[in-house]
Structure formats: C-alpha cells, structure tokens
C-alpha cells in the first residue's frame, strides 16, 4: 500500500513530507530537515519546555481555530497532517522586527544562557494568541511545563508581566505605592527595583499575528479521509470514523492508538519499545465529544485534558455546589498535573488506558464511581471503574480489540463529599508519590456512611480501592471513632513491602493516613455544626489550617538594584544594566549552540555505549546486532585509539575502559552511524558480557573498605583537647548533604572536523574547558596540541558541569572523526548526561562541638567525606574548599577539621557552583543549630555571638577585612522585621497543630579565588585592523553569565591592560593629526609598521595555600551575605513553602526572603536600560540614520553598534568619533565584541590556547563570575539562591543499592520551577563597601548566594521541631538529624505524630531498598 503524503503548515510555509516517518518527531524535523533550531532539545520527555512550539489547527466541534502549546520532542509529526506549526523563528527576529514576548524577555534580563529562552517564549506567545491580557496567574500557569536553571524564574516572570492585565506594570504614573517604579527612592544612592523601564516596550498588537493559513481553512469543511504514513519500522494509520477505527483494531488488535503521544513517546524513546502498527482516533467525533447527561459529563476518550479542565470549570461556575464535589476534585488534580504543553496534547482515554500505578486521574475517576463505555467492532459495554477495572500492573479491563470510546465523570448528590489529594516531590508538573481520590455518601439528613470510596495510586502496581477498610464503615457516623478505625484500617490493608518501586514506604504509607486525616477533617468541616454533636465530630480550631489546599500565591519578588551616580556619561555602560549582549538572539532563537551548527553533509551520528554494572570485567563485546541497524558504520573502542586511552585530570581515568568498568555509565565504547536515531538502535545492539565484581557504593561502604583518593586533607589551629576539656557541653553527629545534578539546559555536545591534513582537527563543545579539551584530544590521538583547534560559542549552562566532563564525550567523538575521516556529532540525551557526567559531590560530615553554656563555641572536630566516584577529577580542589569553609563566619579557637575523598564505583564527582563551599558551610550550621537547641538559646543569638569581627584571623591566618557580616546581619534582621516576625510565628504555631512556621537567618563568607596559584591567571588579546575594526580573543566561555557582556563593558583587567597598550601605541598619531578619526590613526600606525595587536594579562596576587604546610593565603578577598528566611510546612504531607513578607498576617501559606547581599556599592546598578533596541529599530529605519554622526554618537554609540551587527554597511558609519582615552576604545571593542556574539569566527581559541592556558579556568570554575564588574550581577544572586533552594529543599538523585542512577531526567529529578521560587524574594546589596581588590571595586557573586539557601533549610528544620514539640511532651531540646536535601519525605518522616507511628514497620533484616544513600 502506497503511503500519503503529509501536509502542514510551519511558521506560514507549506510543508508537503512524502516520506512521513512515524518515528520522526517534530522536533528533528524541524531543526534537522528544516534548519529550525530555534526550538532546543532539552530533555526529550516533555519535562523541561524548551522545545515548545504553538500548534493552530481548525476544530471541526467547536467550529473555529484554535492554539495550543505542544513539546515537539513529543508530537509526531505523522500527528500534525493540516495542523500549522509556529516555532520561534515565526514570531519574530532581530533582523526584521522582534515579537514584544521576545523583546521583553530579552530586556527583563530573563535570558542567560538562553537555552530555555524559545520555550518560555512560546508558552507566553501561545498564551497571548488565546487571550492577549491574560492575568497573572494564568501567565504562571502557562510555565509550569517550562524550566530554567540560570535565572532563578524571577526576570522571566517580571518581564512578561508587563503583558497582565491585573500584575503589569502601571509605569509608575497610578498613585500606587506597590508599583516597581514607585519603590522608595534614597537621596545618596538610588536603588531600583526594576530592570527595565515598561514604557520602552513594543505593544503587543494581536491584530499583528500571522495568520491561519488559508489553505487549511479553506479544507475545512472537507471530508476527511484515512491516511497511512510508512516509516522505516512503523505504520501510522489515521481513521477518519468510528467505524474505520474498530476495524483497524480488530485487524490489528496488537497496535497502539495515540492521542498526545505522552506515554507511548516516553516508551518509544526511553523505554526502547516498538510499536510496528499506530493508529490514531484523534479526528474522530465520537471521541472528542463532550456530553451534559442527566447524572455527569461524558467526555470522548480523545478529548484533551486542557479541555476536560475547562469544561470542568465551567460546570463548577454554572451548577449548585453539591453537584460539583468530584468535578472539583478532578480539577484539583490538573492542578497539579503536568505542564500546559503536556495537557494540550495529551487525552483523558490515554491516561486511564496507560493505567500507570501512579495516574492522578484514576484513582479520582475510581472513587467517583465514573462509568467508562467501551466499543469494539460489533459490541459496546459500559462499565463502572472500580477496583476490578485495572487487573494488574499497566493493564485494563479492555480486550485486545476494544477501544475506549468515553468515560461519564458523575455529578455528586446532596450529602456526598469528595476530595482530592496528591503529594509529589515538586508542586509543579511532578509525578505523584501518592495520590488519591476520596468519596463518602452520608445517609439523606445525617453523618451516618452511606457510601465510602478510599482509592489510592502509588501504592500499589495499579490503582486500588482500600474497599477492606471503607465496607468496615458503612453506617458508622463521621467521628473519631470512626477516624480511629479507618487510619488502623488502611495501614494494615495499603501494605508496602520495603523493597517496593519507588522507595520511600514510610513516607507513601504515612500519606494515606495524612490524607484521609485531612478529608475526614475537611468533611468536618463541611459539615459544620448541622449535625447532632454526639454522632458527628467537631473541627477543632486549631486543626482549620490542615483542610487548607495549598494556595500558589503570586511571586512578588524584588531585588534592589543600585544606579549609576547621577551625572555618569550616557555612554558609559559600566554600572548600568546592559542585558546579555545575545539576550535578543537568544529569545529569537538565531543564537547559535553546539548542536544548532548545520549538519555538515557527510556528517555522522555518534552514540556511546556503557557499562550497565558498577564493577565488573568486561568479558566479551558483541556488535553483530549492532551492524544490522541501517546506516551502521563503525563501532569504535580502546583498541582504536592512536594515541593514549589514558585521560582525566589525575590520570586515573580511560577514554573507553578496556578490560575492566568501575561504574554504570562507564564508557566501553561508541557506535558510529548515519542517524542520531540509528545510532540509538545500534548502540542498544551492542552486547557486552561482564563478569561482576563487588562495588563501593556509597560514602559508608568506602569508610568500611578504606577505600580512598589519596591521602587525607586536614587543617588545624588550637588545642583541641584543651578546647573540649573547657567546654560545658559538647555534641556530636553527623549530617549528610546529597549530591545534585547540573542539569545545564543543553546536555553535552561535540562535533569534530577532521581537517584531513597532519592529523589536523577542528572541534565545536559545548564546554567551560577548551584547554583540556584541546589537551585530551591531542594526548588520544597522539598529536601536538597546536592540530587541535576547540571553538566554543556559547554554552547552555554549566554550572561546572561542563569544566572536565565533557571531555568524556568530546574525545570520544574525535576519535570517531579520526577513524571515519568524517565529521561526527553527539550530544547527549539527557538520561546519557545525568548518567554519565556526575555531579555535586554527595557529604557527609561527623562532627563533635564543644561549647559553653552561653552557647560560645571552645572547640570543634569534623571529618568530611565526599563521594568523590570512579576517578579524582577536581575532588580535592572541592574537599579543600568545604576544609577552608568549615566555619562559616564563625570563629572557633580549637578547631580540626579533615578530608577523604571516597573512591566508589559511580561515575566521577566534579566542580558545580560553590565547589564544596556548599557542603563544607551546611555542616557548620548543622552544629550550630544544635549547639542552640542544646543551650536553649535562639538559634540567631549564638550565630551572633560566636561571629567573627573586623580584623580576625580565620584558623587558616587569612586577615578579614571588609569584614561586613555583621552590617549585613543586622541590616537583614531590621529589614526582615525578624524579631516581630519571630513572635508572630510562635503565635502561629501555637494557633495551628498541622502547619508549622520555621524563621532563619543564616550567613556567609565564600573565599574567591583558586588554592592553586597558577589557576589564578587571565589573557587576552586584541587586534585592531587596519580598517579601524577591532576584533578581541579571550580564553572565558560564554556559559549565560553574561561574560561577553562584561567584555563589552571592559570589566576584566586584562582587556583593560591590552587597550592601553594599544592606545599608548597610538597616541603619536593622534598627537600628529588630532583633528583626524579612529581610522586614520589606525592606519598611520600600520603605514608606520606600529603594531597594534596587544596582549594583556592578569594574575592575582599572592593567592596560594597548601595542605601539606597549612600555610598560605588561599583567597583573594571574600563575598559576604546574609539571608533570613521563613518557612511553612504542611505536617501532614511534607510540603513547604516560603511566606511572603507584604502578605504576612493575612493570608497563610506563604514564603518570605529577605537577603541582604553585600558586594560593592556599585556593582550591580540599575539606571535605565539601554533602550537599544527600539533605538535601532527606529532610528535606522528612518531617515535620519545618514546623519547619525551628527546626530550624538556618544548617545547612540551603542545602539549604533548593536545596529551595525545586521548591516555592513551601518556598521561603517557608527565607528565612534575622535575621542578620549580608554573609553574610546572600549566602545570600538563593546561593537567589535557584538559582532563576535554573531560570528562565531571571530573567537580564535586557538590563539589563547597557545598563549593563556589558564584563563578560562580562572573564570569559568568561578562560574563566571569572577571579576567581573557592575552588570548586572544581583541577578546572578537569584540564579544561585534557587539553584540552592533545589540542592537543600528539592533535588534528590536516586540510587539503586547496585550503584545505578534511577533518576535520569526531568520526569524523576525535580530542579526548581516557577513554582517553588520564593513568594516574596527581596535582594538587595550592602551599600557603601567598595572592595579595593578587583576592577571597578566589584566582587564575585556567581557562587556565594548558592549557600544562603540554607537559610530554608533550617527554618524548615525549626518548623519541624515545633511539630515534633507538640507530640513529643513538648520536649524543644531534643535534637534531631535532617539530612539534605529537605524533602517532603523528609519533612513528614521527621513529623513523628500519630500517623507516623501507625505506618512505620519493622525492617525486615535482609530486604534490598529500591535505593540507597550514596
Ligand atoms: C511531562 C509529562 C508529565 C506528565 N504528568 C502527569 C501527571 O502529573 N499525572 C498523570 O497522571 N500523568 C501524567 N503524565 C502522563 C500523561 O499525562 C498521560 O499519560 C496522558 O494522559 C496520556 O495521554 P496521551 O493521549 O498522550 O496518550 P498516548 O501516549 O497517546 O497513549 C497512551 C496509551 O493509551 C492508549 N489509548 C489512548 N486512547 C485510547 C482509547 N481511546 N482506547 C484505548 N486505548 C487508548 C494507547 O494505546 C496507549 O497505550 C505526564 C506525561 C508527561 C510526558
Ligand atoms: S525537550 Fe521537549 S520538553 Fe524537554
Ligand atoms: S537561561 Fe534559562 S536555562 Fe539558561
């Protein structure tokens, strides 16, 4: 049978595709076929929104066009016949006009790396394409499918504000205090609290948009017809009816019906199913029709969750309240149910037929007493969803050639009540550990069950109905005797093994207690005081709160940012907040990354495969599978390799293991093919026989086994003994802080190009590290270094991640170009990434503090322990900084501490943001919160009072000065009101049993600089032509802190140096002809054989510290901060929020932050932004653009430049006039520098690599931040402030106990999303502490706010002692182990109640967890 033609429309262009492979997503067409790589692949599984495009097709029921956001790594493009596809190169672009949802995003400074950028704009430009003045909140809901890891979620959110008709911006004309504009002003220093300036925006004019495509309204009408799509290993078969459909079905009872594609994507994709026969019902109308029967709605098991949900909240606006109990149940579920690109897509029939034991909406539907109609060709059955409904794990009821054509979601009746209820890792898009749906019938008049439905997911292999417990309750009465029964009921029947999938059998088992609590509470309550009181229960008062649903409030975050002085020049960008110079490209998606470089045409796909064991030999590799897949080229291995397979930065590592593999994820080898999708088959191809060996998993295991890196770290001061002998009372414990993954948005990317001549080679990474990069490569392949040229544009986050680990992709790729004689490609997917590349280095710290009765530390001894992995990699560089970070900023006179770093059997630990710092500083506050406990002292007294001050010695003799702690503390304690607060959360937390508040303030002192001298070095090197154009090399990477930016401002001291020499060099020619132009000096000086390349270089002075003598400086200078935050737990579920400030006595359930960041004065300034962009639109548009010399180029010397980028010509007029000094130069650079953001030739790192080794060390182990000056680098501040909030509160890798990471993308690991950012997030920076050491009197602030979310930490760990006072005899002073990260098992586990002791059961001795501690 001959296969269709499909058709649809992108960005307005007819698409005609003979060839459709079911197989190919939207996404590879669309970046691969099409040359659209605006739109990013950040996970593949519809978890992080980067790859968001908005679908518009004609909808025959509702008879009009409609929008919808859609992650193309999951839409078919079989799916998308007479659909039009609109990505982000549609809207808008720098070179013809930006969408306002790019320029706002581009100007609120909500584009850093720029990775998640195309995404977040289309979910915001499909939102305004359905409602052009949406409110705030449906502007938040429409993200909870989007995640960024750089910015922190508060600039995204700020700028697409502006677009709410309840939260934009008034522009500071309304007399309203709240406005950003309006914020309280200072006569001396001016702070802003607002980026940008709203008036300078475009308006958004939906009359603009591009239209429907014609050609596809005019269709219709049309009928349609059956369509087959012929892929290599699937046939997609659309059915145009019913009828069709159950013929297709019962010719092949075997195929797949897909809907959204949500589920059986995932299993294609991760869980490498294949499904030879697809049929898809979605244009049929029986199962997309919504029905208003006499006793519910009935919903096509087509029909989108997006549209159940709004036909719900219609029916809850239009009908009595008592028919609406379970309607409102569903919709508290979508709540919290995936994001809007998920929900658009995917189907109500697809989430009850995948029948996953955690579905939110099964245990709902099976609890209400939904009836489900089922067809096939010749029969049709209506059937109720009860417990007998899923007879196993991911099966149903329905035979192999039934369909589901509907499901009736019924109306409650007077007297019933119904809740809904999920606990999930994240509020937002997370998969729930348990969820239930819950439904009692009172007997007409009075409390007496009638009818009781208890049904759960997550707690079983399917979802169950507790019917054991519930029969038991019929004709009881609503009240505790009644709660009693039902709680001992279903601990006994919801049993969990202790090996069960999905670990966490307490905390899951303790939920369904937790939860029916609240329903029998929440019934209570709504049952009032009708009832007689001898049969029914009445709500005590304080437990009111525990029937609350946890409320998302809207973010009103702010960060003070300082201005520039009054009277600094218009052209002088330091200080003001110019947005990343590629932010517009970036939100326009012309920004290049790796995997953005068109594929070359003799390019290959290059795919690694590894080790599924821990410790083993490997005994045997078998391709022969492997070299059946189509397009299969080469397998390449050890043996291949020319050069040495010995790598890594302590030499213990191998390119591809040889005989032996000493982690999962060890590479053994790649497939080298035509496909990236080809090699994915052919690498699943390759077998590998291993005989296994025992594995050292965890810290503990390496303590017992002694197995170690090297020798140990340690650094004392005092006299220990003496020390504790003194003191009043000494504790000691221990605490463990997990590891964490980078999760940069762009997974690890390489392409190498062999140049065909004297072992030449050219290599696009994704990498902070082109040195080692460059080094690897040339050390395997056994050539000089100087063949190997390494080119980094820019990179999706990094974070550390990509400083020496992704050498492991990269060298492994060149060795395929090598072999092949042909550019080979790969970039990871992102379970391969999270497997292989390692992360935060996983602690844990022993300690034993002794200490007075006034709560003044004497004496303190910790030993820390990293899970340094399978190989050193940069273990100790991070051991020694958590050793030099041991105190915090307390000073404590006898002090030991000591480093191991634990050799285990997992992929190799490496640099990520406060390398060690983190751990180190978590463990500090750790015993301090206990030596408070313990000396009944509050927590923020003894921090106090054992500070360091001006002048002290740290234990490694390092002076502090500019000491500003203590300004900051007390600033941060009288601007958080913390006292004030203090008593309002005892007041709370007396008044409420099941919600407790938390209030902490912690502080900070992160050391800056590297312990290796040599790594504290920086070059650059700058041309200037002899056209007057000025091109600039440096050795930084561009990782989305803006580095390029700071160039442009001439922030860094060796640009500086290099244009002074520069200007010395011609200084005689302007002497000689002052009247003449830049040009004309510059070209005297080449007539005059003047050289005008200079280098310049920094090194920073006197840095160094060694273990071995624990003498030294170690740092440069250090970056303060202080944050207090308060926290509300729910103590039934675990959850937590961050109360917010303003809202504080009125509305409950909130998160506050108040952080005082003290950095110079002038660091992070806002004036007004550079209004660059509508300048460049405008004024080169018109005719004034000939006289733009005239017109002021001081004025618009920037905005010139940034114009000059798209025109030859332009940039030829707006070379700056004669001028002065250093500034002159400095904007011929800021303009050259622009045109290197867009031409990636203009970066030469081959050059630096040949002369400046080390400076890209220098700036991108200090995450980028280093030196750099004035930007705005408070926004920094909030990126590492939630990315901590994920590492103490949130991200959690999982381990199996054979050492296999579980958690492998963004389904399963939860990095924060828009959600979980602080209600109220205020930033603000010490005034007036210049720090002499670095340029412009700048400090670093890349990593040190990472810790200050430590903060939540604590104050979680305060709330939780007030719950356990309230059920443990009120004891305060009993202390406590959390461990890191808090989670919401965490925080119900350490709530020991009732509930807690009803679920918890007795180990049993030789049970193997479904993970463990690593
Ligand atoms: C990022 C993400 C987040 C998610 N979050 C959640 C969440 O929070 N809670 C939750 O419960 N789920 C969640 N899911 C799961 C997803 O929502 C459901 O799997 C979805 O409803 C499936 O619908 P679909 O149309 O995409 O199914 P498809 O993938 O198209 O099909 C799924 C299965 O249903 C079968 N099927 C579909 N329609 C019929 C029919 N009419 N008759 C018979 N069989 C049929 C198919 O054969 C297939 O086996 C999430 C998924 C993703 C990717
Ligand atoms: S790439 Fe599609 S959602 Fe992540
Ligand atoms: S800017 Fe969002 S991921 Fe980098």
């Keep these: 049978m001959t296969a269709d033609e499909l058709v649809f429309f992108v960005n307005g262009k007819k698409v005609v595709e003979k060839n459709a492979d ?28 980067a790859c968001t495009v908005m679908l518009s097709k004609y909808d025959r029921l509702q008879n009009k066009i409609i929008h919808f956001s859609a992650n193309a790594c999951l839409a078919p493009i079989c799916s998308l016949h007479h659909v039009a596809v609109t990505t982000v190169e549609g809207i808008g672009s720098t070179k013809s006009r930006l969408h306002p949802v790019q320029e706002r995003i581009a100007k609120s400074h909500g584009s850093q790396c720029g990775f998640c950028t195309p995404g977040m704009v289309m979910s915001m430009y499909t939102l305004l394409r359905n409602q052009s003045e949406p409110t705030v909140e449906e502007i938040e809901n429409s993200f909870q499918g989007n995640l960024c890891r750089c910015t922190g979620y508060r600039p995204i959110l700020q700028g697409f504000r502006t677009f709410a008709r309840d939260g934009g911006c008034c522009g500071g004309n ?22 940008f300036n709203p008036e300078e925006f475009m308006p958004l004019d939906p009359t603009q948009e591009p239209i429907f495509p014609p050609e596809l309204l005019r269709l219709k009408d049309a009928p349609q017809k059956q369509l087959r799509f012929e892929g290599e290993r699937v046939t997609w078969i659309q059915a145009s009816t019913l009828k069709e459909l159950l013929d297709l079905k019962a010719q092949h009872p075997e195929a797949k019906l897909v809907v959204g594609n949500t589920e059986i994507g995932i299993e294609m994709k991760f869980k490498k199913m294949l499904f030879p026969v697809i049929v898809s019902p979605a244009w049929i109308p029986e199962l997309n029709l919504v029905e208003h029967g006499p006793e519910g709605i009935s919903f096509g098991a087509a029909c989108t969750l997006d549209s159940v949900e709004k036909t719900l909240k219609d029916a809850v606006a239009k009908l009595p309240a008592h028919q609406t ?108 550990k348990v969820t239930c749906g819950m439904r009692v019938l009172f007997q007409p008049g ?92 009445k709500l005590d008062p304080t437990f009111a709160s525990a ?14 940012f300082q201005e520039v002085p009054k009277g600094q020049s218009e052209e002088d960008t330091v200080g003001r907040p110019l947005p990343h110079l590629a932010s517009a490209m970036q939100a326009s998606g012309e920004a290049v990354y790796c995997d953005d470089i068109p594929r070359y045409e003799n390019e290959l796909s290059l795919r690694l495969v590894t080790s599924t064991l821990a410790h083993a030999k490997i005994k045997s590799i078998d391709i022969s599978e492997a070299q059946k897949v189509p397009g299969f080229v080469c397998f390449i291995s050890a043996d291949d390799i020319p050069g040495s397979n010995t790598t890594g930065l302590g030499n213990d590592e191998t390119i591809f293991a040889k005989d032996k593999v000493t982690c999962v994820g060890h590479i053994i080898g790649a497939v080298v093919t035509d496909t990236p999708e080809h090699a994915q088959r052919a690498a699943q191809g390759v077998k590998i026989t291993y005989e296994e060996l025992p594995a050292i998993i965890s810290i503990e295991d390496a303590i017992k086994n002694n197995s170690f890196w090297g020798r140990e770290l340690k650094i004392e001061k005092g006299d220990l003994k003496k020390g504790f002998s003194e003191a009043d009372n000494v504790v000691s414990g221990e605490v463990y802080i997990g590891g964490q993954d980078h999760f940069y948005l762009e997974t690890q990317c390489t392409i190498a190009v062999p140049k ?26 056994g050539v000089p270094a100087n063949r190997i040229v390494v080119r980094v544009k820019r990179m999706g986050g990094g974070f550390g991640g990509k400083e020496t680990r992704s050498t492991l992709v990269s060298t492994a790729v060149a060795l395929a170009a090598y072999k092949t004689g042909c550019p080979v ?64 900023c307390y000073k404590i006179p006898n002090i030991r501490g000591i480093g191991r770093l634990c050799k285990t059997n997992l992929s190799s630990n490496t640099a990520f943001r406060g390398f060690g710092g983190p751990q180190g500083m978590l463990i500090a506050e750790h015993w301090m919160s206990e030596v408070a406990v313990t000396c009944g002292l509050p927590a923020e007294e003894v921090r106090r009072k054992n500070m360091y001050k001006e002048g002290d010695l740290t234990y490694f003799d390092q002076k502090l000065e500019g000491f500003t702690v203590p300004r900051c503390w007390d600033e941060c304690l009288a601007s958080s009101q913390f006292h004030a607060r203090k008593s309002e959360v005892d007041k709370f937390n007396k008044e409420n049993c099941w919600k407790k508040r938390g209030l902490c303030i912690i502080p900070t002192k992160f050391g800056i600089s590297f312990l290796t001298p040599f790594l504290n070095q920086a070059g650059a090197l700058i041309h200037v032509y002899t056209d007057g154009s000025v091109l600039l090399t440096h050795g930084g990477t561009e990782m989305g802190q803006g580095l390029h930016t700071k160039m442009v401002q001439v922030s860094c001291l060796w640009t500086v140096e290099a244009c002074q020499t520069i200007l010395k060099r011609l200084e005689p020619f302007k002497r000689k002809n002052p009247s003449g132009s830049w040009e004309d000096w510059v070209t005297a000086a080449y007539q005059d054989a003047v050289s005008l390349s200079a280098t310049g270089f920094y090194k920073t002075p006197n840095v160094g510290y060694s273990f071995e003598t624990n003498s030294g400086k170690p740092f440069h200078y250090f970056t303060y901060g202080v944050a207090c935050s308060e926290v509300e737990i729910d103590c039934l579920t675990g959850d937590h929020k961050v109360r917010c400030l303003q809202n504080f006595s009125t509305k409950g359930g909130k998160e506050e932050k108040q952080l005082n960041y003290n950095t110079n004065q002038r660091q992070t300034l806002v004036g007004k932004i550079m209004p660059y962009i509508p300048a460049w639109e405008t004024f080169f548009k018109g005719p004034e653009s000939k006289n733009f010399r005239l ?13 000059a980028r798209n025109s030859q010509d332009l940039w030829k007029q707006v070379m700056p006039m004669p001028g002065e000094g250093l500034e002159r130069l400095s904007r011929v650079v800021r303009g050259q520098v622009s045109r290197a953001g867009l031409f990636p030739a203009s970066f030469q790192a081959p050059l630096w690599v040949a002369w400046c080794p080390w400076w890209k060390q220098y700036l991108s182990l200090g995450n980028g931040e280093a030196v750099c000056p004035r930007c705005p680098s408070a926004l920094q501040v909030e990126g590492a402030f939630v990315q901590g909030l994920g590492l103490f509160t949130l991200e959690e890798l999982h381990y199996s106990p054979e050492g296999n990471l579980l958690t492998r993308g963004p389904s399963t690991y939860k990095i924060p999303a828009f959600g979980n950012i602080p209600t109220e997030f205020r930033v603000s920076l010490l005034r007036d502490s210049p720090n002499k050491k670095a340029i412009y009197a700048s400090k670093a602030v890349g990593e040190p706010p990472l810790f200050l979310a430590a903060s939540i930490f604590f104050a979680i760990k305060d709330a939780i002692r007030a719950a356990r006072a309230q059920h443990a005899d009120n004891n305060t002073k009993a202390l406590f182990q959390l461990d890191s990260p808090a989670t919401p098992e965490k925080i119900r586990n350490a709530c020991v109640d009732k509930f807690t002791t009803l679920s918890v059961t007795d180990v049993p001795g030789n049970y193997k967890p479904w993970s463990r501690r690593v």
């Design 174 to 195: 309304a007399d309203n205090s709240n406005c950003c504009m309006n914020q309280k002003k200072d006569d001396t220093v001016t702070q802003s609290p607002c980026l």
């Design 1191 to 1203: 017109l002021g180029p001081r004025r618009h010397c920037l905005n010139a430049i940034f114009a």
């Design 547 to 560: 029937t609350f649903l946890f409320q998302k409030d809207p973010p009103a975050n702010v960060q003070l």
């Design 825 to 888: 490609r790969c970039m990871l997917d992102r379970d391969e990434d999270m497997l292989i590349t390692g992360g935060r280095h996983p602690f844990l710290g022993r300690y034993k503090v002794g200490f007075m009765k006034t709560g003044r530390i004497v004496a303190l001894e910790v030993e820390h322990y990293s899970n340094a992995g399978n190989s050193v990699d940069l273990s100790r560089g991070v051991m020694e900084r958590a050793l030099l970070h041991m105190d915090n």
């Design 756 to 781: 065909g001549e004297a072992g030449e080679m050219e290599l696009f990474v994704s990498t902070q590290n082109t040195n080692k990069t460059q080094s690897f490569v040339a050390n395997m392949l």
């Design 22 to 49: 079911p197989e190919t997503t939207l996404l590879a067409y669309l970046r691969r076929k099409l040359g659209l790589s605006g739109t990013k692949l950040g996970c593949g599984e519809g978890g992080c929104g």
């Design 325 to 432: 109990e379970v309607f409102r149940g569903v919709l508290e579920q979508m709540r919290w149910f995936a994001g809007k690109q998920v929900k658009s897509v995917a189907s109500i029939g697809g989430n009850i037929i995948t029948a996953s034991p955690i579905s939110d909406l099964n245990p709902v539907f099976m609890a209400s007493g939904a009836k489900l109609t089922i067809v096939s060709r010749g029969t049709r059955r209506t059937v109720p969803m009860d417990h007998t409904f899923f007879p196993g794990y991911r099966k149903t009821l329905l035979g192999p050639e039934e369909i589901l054509l509907s499901i009736e979601i019924p109306y409650s009746r007077e007297g019933e009540f119904f809740s809904a209820f999920k606990q999930a890792s994240r509020r937002d898009d997370d998969i729930a």
């Design 446 to 537: 009075t409390t007496q069950v009638k009818e009781l439905a208890l049904c759960f997911g997550g707690m079983a292999d399917r979802t169950i109905s507790a019917f054991k417990t519930t029969r038991k309750q019929l004709s009881n009465f609503w009240n505790e005797k009644l709660l009693h029964e039902v709680c001992a009921g279903l601990a006994e029947e919801l049993y969990l093994p202790h090996d069960a999938p999905g670990g966490m059998v307490d905390f899951r088992r303790t939920l369904t207690l937790s939860f029916f609590f609240k329903f029998y509470l929440t019934v209570l309550h709504k049952l009032g005081k009708d009832h007689p009181e001898d049969k029914c229960g």
